[in-house]
């Protein structure tokens, strides 16, 4: 067995695609008994491309693999232990661990968490909702959020915008729905906030706000929070958009391809940019501010890298639906 593997896991490195694909369909063959020859050769000490071919034929073992993956969770050997643990939470998520692993799995969040200092979320591109921080549990209940666990931001960060999202499920009827992963980050303190509020949450989740309309969101948000806001950085199409709502009415409003693209009277801290705009700004700032991140920094909190004295708290990962738990999504996340 270990001199057939050994072959076949030569071959998919092989320039012929044909042979490259008879190795990895000989390989899936073997079933989970090749997976203790098999798994070393998804440790890191291996290239890229082959890490990645044998994890996907680990991986199309399904169920059959997860009994020898947990037991060498247990016994070793041992420098397979942390890579048969992400498998397992790429295949299962944490369902997929026992419970030895989960409470594991807990207790380094729990460690990280206590000094998880600066912080940084998304700044290049990204939608996100932000909310007055001493209104968290009205935003968790106006948006219907369960199974509400602490997490680093680094965790929450990777489970809202870069792993899978969401979860598509039937219920006791057949029909379909869709489960969502959300991160609510820390509070963060912005002291040059117009207004009487200096203390922020952001929401990340780009499914949730894409198919939930996040201008919707930040709506019904206000109405339960007083106020919410929407911001959308989309570099790709060359797209900016920032949304204030206020009691359940649309305060302020900018979206670069809206007709008008303003919404609304000008707030208070667009004046300054309206009065001072140099020449080549003065048409760009003729009606506001036309800038998230701008407005962003100016009503709540801009992302980016986060002061350690302007973070209070901890980050919090959500899910929207009560039969659907964090630990049903797949993929592992770094903490």
């Known amino acids: 067995m270990p001199d057939t ?6 071959s998919l490195s092989a320039r012929d695609r044909t042979a490259r694909r008879a190795a990895k369909d ?3 063959a073997l079933g989970a008994e090749g997976i203790d020859q098999l798994l070393p050769y998804a440790l890191d000490t291996h290239p890229r491309n082959l890490r990645h071919d044998v ?8 169920d059959e693999a997860m009994p020898r993956l947990r037991e060498i969770r247990r016994t070793g050997p041992g420098q397979l232990r942390r890579k048969a643990l992400e498998i397992l939470v790429d295949m299962g998520g944490q369902e997929a661990l026992d419970d030895v692993d989960r ?9 990280k968490i206590l000094d998880e200092r600066p912080v ?4 290049e591109a990204g939608r996100w909702l932000a909310f007055p921080a001493d209104r968290l549990d009205d935003a968790i209940s106006a948006l219907g959020l369960h199974d509400v666990r602490p997490v680093t931001t680094v965790m929450g960060v990777a489970a809202a915008t870069q792993a899978t999202d969401f979860l598509e499920f039937r219920d006791a009827q057949s029909a379909t729905h869709r489960a969502y992963r959300v991160f609510i980050t820390p509070a963060f303190e912005n002291s040059y906030a117009e207004g009487s509020i200096k203390r922020w949450h952001m929401l990340w989740g780009n499914s949730f706000l894409d198919e939930l309309d996040g201008f919707e969101l930040a709506r019904e948000l ?7 806001h929407f911001y959308v950085l989309d570099p790709y199409n060359a797209s900016e958009n920032w949304y204030v709502a206020r009691d359940g009415h ?5 979206s670069t391809y809206a007709h008008p693209q303003f919404e609304g009277e000008p707030l208070p801290f667009e004046a300054w940019y309206m ?6 700004e003065a048409e760009a700032f003729s009606e506001g501010v036309p800038h998230a991140s701008t407005a962003a920094e100016n009503l709540s909190v801009e992302p980016g890298p986060q002061l350690a004295e302007d973070t209070h708290g901890h980050g919090w990962l959500a899910t929207t639906h009560p039969d659907i738990p964090n630990s049903r999504f797949k993929g592992a996340l770094p903490t």
């Not at 593997?5 to 030569?10: D, F, N, R, T």
């Not at 994890?55 to 399904?62: A, D, F, L, T």
């Not at 649309?250 to 900018?254: I, K, L, Q």
């Open 103 to 111: 409470h594991a799995v807990e207790r380094l969040v729990r460690i």
């Open 250 to 254: 649309t305060r302020r409003s900018y």
């Open 222 to 228: 206000s109405v339960r929070c007083g106020e919410a």
């Open 120 to 123: 940084k979320v998304p700044f």
């Open 5 to 10: 593997v050994e072959a076949l896991v030569e």
């Open 26 to 28: 000989a390989l899936v």
């Open 55 to 62: 994890q996907s034929i680990i991986e199309r073992w399904g």
């Open 275 to 280: 009065e001072n705009a140099d020449e080549d």
